[in-house]
């Protein structure tokens, strides 16, 4: 890593409040190296669903957009592991309804009076988005967004695959 170089907690930070400034709930967190305000939320595998497993998820941070549910991955520069990680849980609907049970049972939506909670469980499924955030050159990557920050003073661009775009759809 450069001196330049953003560090994985200042990334978070910077993709928090990216999506905080555009009125998105941040409905769970996991920050590298602390604690948050958030809960942590956990995506369990249907093969192995006790608590702690190996095989579950923890997303860096999981936000309600307007008309998406968004799993954020942080790290200081492109990661193709967490690529690999998103696709995976993007790919699997057992992963995506247990993460809309996890979210179900803390009630997480509803306490943000957000308007994702009127839907059902089906529909949140199919609304889920996968992004990956990091800092330095934009490495595209088809079927999930990548929110990449210049450096730390940067205000973040998203693109999905080769396109800047300005939303989630």
């Keep these: ?56 998820f923890k997303p860096d941070l999981v936000v309600a957009a307007p008309r998406n549910l968004l799993l954020v991955e942080c790290k200081p520069e492109f990661n193709g592991d967490d690529v690999d990680k998103l696709l995976e849980i993007s ?9 809309v ?7 997480s939506l509803e306490r943000h009076n957000h308007s994702l909670a009127q839907l059902s469980n089906e529909l949140i499924s199919r609304r889920i988005r996968c992004c990956i955030s990091y800092s330095g050159t934009h490495h595209p990557v088809e079927i999930i967004y990548s929110l990449v920050f210049e450096n730390r003073d940067s205000d973040g661009q998203l693109f999905l695959g080769d396109s800047l775009v300005t939303s989630f759809t």
């Design 1 to 56: 890593m450069g001196a330049t170089s953003v560090r994985e907690d200042e990334i978070y930070i910077l993709t928090k409040n990216w999506f905080v400034r555009r009125e998105f709930k941040v409905l769970g967190g996991q920050p590298p190296r602390g604690t948050d305000r958030h809960p942590v939320i956990e995506i369990k595998s249907r093969t192995h669903n006790e608590k702690g497993s190996r095989s579950s």
């Design 91 to 99: 790919q699997s609907a057992p992963r995506r309804q247990s993460l």
């Design 101 to 107: 049970e996890e979210i179900r049972q803390r009630r």
